[in-house]
């Protein structure tokens, strides 16, 4: 298994010691990774915003198993593609942030003319990079999600609309179609996200929880 899926894998155990509730989704990870077969050859985006801030994030990665990921990243860049989000392309007010907002594919299903390295019907699994000082307002998606963070520190909101500071090395869970919020402060944020359900599902803008 090359050093990528390794590093997504001990993430995956890990959680599943720490964090009961999310063991449903993990284990779906988990058996995404158990039926992948080898690695397709694509092209990343150049972006600015990862060529800006990617060195900042790897400084920044101080829980173990985030820098076991972030390292393997860049001795594997062939198995991480970088785009620019699609996601609301039909939405002027998110032309800000999309500039400074980046996305890396791992695993998972094309979609939008991109592709994974990964080909998988079982989970869409990548890392986002999101500069310094920058809101993502409220969204949602039919999909369920886990959130691992790789490096900064950043403010999150869900569920009971109460903004609480998440660390490197924490999970979050999304649950179908609840809002959620991240705002980072003067450190960019680096994290692995993960859907396990509902994978070809739409990202909408959604009222604050």
């Not at 609301?88 to 299903?109: C, N, R």
Request: charged content about 25%; glycine content about 8%.
């Amino acid at each position: 298994m090359s050093e990528v899926l390794g590093a997504v894998r001990a993430i995956c155990e890990d959680g599943l010691a720490r964090d009961a509730s999310l063991g449903e989704g993990l284990r779906q990870i988990l058996y995404a990774l158990d039926g992948l077969g080898d690695v397709r050859s694509g092209a990343s985006q150049k972006l600015d915003v990862v060529e800006r801030y990617l060195g900042d994030c790897r400084a920044l990665s101080r829980d173990p198993l985030a820098q076991r990921l972030v390292t393997a990243m860049d001795r594997e860049p062939e198995r991480v593609a970088w785009y620019r989000s699609k996601s609301y392309d039909d939405e002027p007010t998110m032309a800000d942030f999309l500039s400074q907002y980046g996305v890396a594919l791992i695993l998972g299903p094309d979609r939008f003319g991109r592709r994974c390295p990964y080909l998988s019907d079982r989970a869409s699994l990548g890392v986002t990079l999101q500069a310094p000082n920058v809101d993502y307002p409220a969204h949602a998606h039919e999909a369920v999600e886990i959130y691992f963070i790789l490096a900064g520190s950043v403010e999150w909101q869900q569920g009971d609309g109460v903004w609480r500071r998440k660390a490197p090395g924490d999970l979050v869970l999304h649950k179908a179609h609840e809002p959620h919020a991240m705002r980072t402060g003067e450190e960019p944020l680096l994290a692995m996200f993960a859907w396990v359900s509902d994978l070809m599902s739409d990202v909408y803008l959604a009222d604050p929880a």
